[in-house]
């Protein structure tokens, strides 16, 4: 087992790992940006190691930096959490190369679920199924048109290094592909260095459900059911919740065995998750695999009672998974609590925590890095705290959250509270009839 391991992240995923790893007798090393001298994650942490400026490229996203920290304090691992280098393939083959473990994926695996055509052809050999589509990348612009009329409109253009809804474009009939298509490339060009585009049907109003999976190095995979992200704004997830309410047995049981085919096929191990799509007739399309733990993992803990840190810590330091799938025993919605005016087009809103209250009580779990008297920098994510509701049935979950959203108190600052309190009462959201264009018709009172 680990002796030390360095955390490469902040804020409240920091704080979650360094929680785990006190339970598990692991010392943990924090680094920190010149912005996070005062953050929780430094004074909790056994070591702290400050690794540059405030901009993420000059600290969380300095490979040689966070390197000479972990070499410095002796760590024999390396957590990267989520977001900034924790889907870093090179990230992960540079710790290898320091004898340091990096806690996730190997860079090959990483790299097999990155390239999104790539995966997507790995996935059709693998027999999980994928949106109907073209053949691999655009060519040229005939080529599009002619992929597109076998096809069928309404298609949807996507970058192949993209991902997460960043310069997706949707065409609805041959006369706005031109434009589309010029677009879309110069969009992937400049967001990822990479112009490759590909196409697909289009699946209109669909859920996005994904399913978490874990993988042992002795290939082993299972999976813990299900998570419901249809919630969202503009590709941000602002509320998940396990099971889906839409989901069925017979479903879960379907999509659980596509997302461990998926996994199996790059012989996925740590823990990570499938995400599809699946339209109103429960039909459902591998959309990309996610290689590392996700914001959202907490309502899968919750559910099926496991600690996903440490299952992933475990599996890193060689240990074999049970190989069971898990399905929920409970009900969990989580709400990301973001320093944002969600009355000013969810405007950041960073700024001095003047006054805090956290609620609390049966049911309720918050993971959060802020405190009274914190100020929030204004050179990382905006989510301070995710709230976490537990009850046997969805109705209770949701009515526990909206009390716990009434106790909550912040001044100072702006946050997404007032959102998600009309939200727990908003009859839509309450029957769970509802999809990933829910938002868009969503009116804040
Ligand atoms: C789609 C789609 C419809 N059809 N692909 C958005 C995030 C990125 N991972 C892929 N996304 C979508 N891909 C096809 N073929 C609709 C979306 C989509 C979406 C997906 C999940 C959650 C919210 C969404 C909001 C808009 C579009």
Not at 123 to 132: D, F, N, S
Not at 178 to 189: L, S
Not at 228 to 252: A, G, N, W, Y
Not at 279 to 294: G, L, S
Request: proline content about 5%.
């Amino acid at each position: 087992m680990f002796k030390k391991i360095l955390i490469a992240n902040r804020g409240e995923i920091a704080l979650r790992v360094i929680r785990t790893c006190r339970e598990m007798g692991i010392k943990t090393v924090a680094v920190y940006s010149t912005a996070d001298k005062e953050s929780l994650h430094v004074k909790f942490s056994d070591e702290a190691v400050c690794i540059g400026k405030p901009a993420s490229a000059d600290s969380y996203l300095n490979i040689p930096h966070i390197m000479a920290a972990a070499e410095i304090t002796n760590a024999d691992g390396i957590h990267p959490g989520y977001g900034f280098l924790a889907e870093n393939a090179k990230f992960a083959e540079i710790c290898g190369e320091h004898g340091i473990k990096f806690i996730g994926p190997t860079p090959a695996m990483i790299n097999a679920m990155g390239d999104k055509i790539t995966a997507k052809e790995t996935m059709i050999k693998a027999g999980v199924p994928v949106v109907p589509g073209g053949e691999g990348l655009l060519s040229s612009l005939q080529n599009a048109l002619d992929q597109a009329k076998e096809i069928g409109y309404p298609v949807i253009l996507k970058a192949t290094a993209g991902g997460g809804g960043k310069g997706m474009r949707v065409v609805w009939e041959p006369s706005e592909l031109e434009k589309a298509y010029n677009t879309a490339k110069i969009e992937a060009a400049a967001s990822f260095k990479n112009d490759g585009i590909y196409m697909e049907k289009f699946v209109e109003e669909p859920r996005h459900i994904e399913i978490q999976v874990a993988g042992d190095q002795y290939g082993k995979v299972c999976h813990l059911s299900e998570r419901d992200c249809s919630i969202q704004r503009r590709h941000q997830k602002l509320v998940e919740e396990s099971p889906s309410p839409f989901m069925t047995p017979e479903l879960r049981e379907k999509m659980g065995a596509a997302a461990i085919k998926a996994a199996s096929a790059i012989n996925y191990e740590s823990v990570g998750t499938i995400e599809f799509l699946v339209d109103k007739h429960r039909n459902f399309y591998f959309m990309e695999m996610n290689t590392r733990i996700q914001v959202e993992h907490c309502v899968t803990e919750e559910v099926v009672n496991y600690d996903l840190i440490k299952e992933q810590i475990k599996i890193a330091a060689g240990d074999p998974i049970s190989g069971l799938n898990y399905e929920p025993q409970m009900h969990a919605i989580e709400c990301r609590i973001n320093a944002e005016d969600p009355y000013n087009d969810f405007r950041p809103s960073p700024g001095r925590i003047a006054v805090l209250h956290q609620p609390g009580g049966h049911g309720i779990r918050v993971d959060s890095h802020v405190y009274a008297g914190y100020s929030i920098p204004p050179y990382y994510d905006s989510m301070i705290a995710k709230i976490i509701a537990v009850a046997r049935t969805r109705r209770e979950a949701i009515d526990t959250m909206h009390r716990a959203l009434s106790e909550y108190v912040i001044e100072g600052i702006k946050t997404t509270i007032p959102f998600h309190l009309q939200l727990m009462k908003d009859e839509r959201f309450r029957s769970g009839n509802f999809n990933t264009k829910f938002l868009e018709s969503f009116k804040l009172a």
